[in-house]
C-alpha cells in the first residue's frame, strides 16, 4: 500500500471517530437531561406545595397550582397517556438504560476504529522501512 492510501485510510478513520465522538455527545447529553428530569418528578412527588413555578421553554417560568400530579406522557408517535410519577419514573429509567446501550455501542465502535488506526499506522511504518 502506497503512503497516500494510509493517508487517505487514516483520514476517513478520523472523520468516523469525530462523527461518533459528536454522536457519544449527543447521548450524554440525553442522559443528563433525562437524569434531570428524574430529579424533578422525584422533588415534585415528595412535595407538598400546591404552587410551582413550572418551566414553559427557554427559561420562561408561570406560577401553577397542582390539582393532581397525573402527567401526560408521551409514549411514542406522539401518543399521550396518562401516568403517575412512580409509573414515569420507570419509563425515564428505561431510556436511561437503552441511551446507556447505545453509549456503549458507540464507544465500543470508537475503540475498533482506534485499533484500526493503529493496526494501519504499524503497517504504514512497516512499509517505510522497506
Known amino acids: ?3 497516500e492510501e494510509y493517508i487517505l485510510k487514516l483520514a476517513g478513520l478520523e472523520q468516523e471517530i469525530t462523527r461518533l465522538e459528536q454522536q457519544m455527545q449527543v447521548v450524554e447529553q440525553q442522559i443528563l437531561e433525562m ?3 428524574k430529579s424533578e ?4 412527588d415528595k412535595t407538598k406545595e400546591k404552587d410551582i413555578w413550572a418551566n414553559l421553554g427557554k427559561n420562561i417560568f408561570i406560577k401553577t397550582e397542582i390539582k393532581d400530579k397525573n402527567l401526560l406522557v ?5 401518543t399521550f ?3 403517575n410519577i412512580p409509573e414515569t419514573l420507570k419509563i425515564i429509567d428505561e431510556q ?3 441511551l446507556g446501550e447505545v453509549k456503549e455501542q458507540v464507544l465500543s465502535k470508537i475503540q475498533e476504529i482506534q485499533q484500526n488506526t ?9 512499509s517505510k522501512g522497506k
Open 1 to 3: 500500500m502506497a503512503g
Open 35 to 37: 437524569q434531570n428530569l
Open 41 to 44: 418528578l422525584e422533588e415534585l
Open 74 to 78: 408521551d409514549v411514542g408517535n406522539r
Open 81 to 83: 397517556i396518562k401516568k
Open 96 to 98: 436511561v438504560k437503552k
Open 118 to 126: 493503529e493496526k494501519i499506522i504499524r503497517e504504514a511504518e512497516k
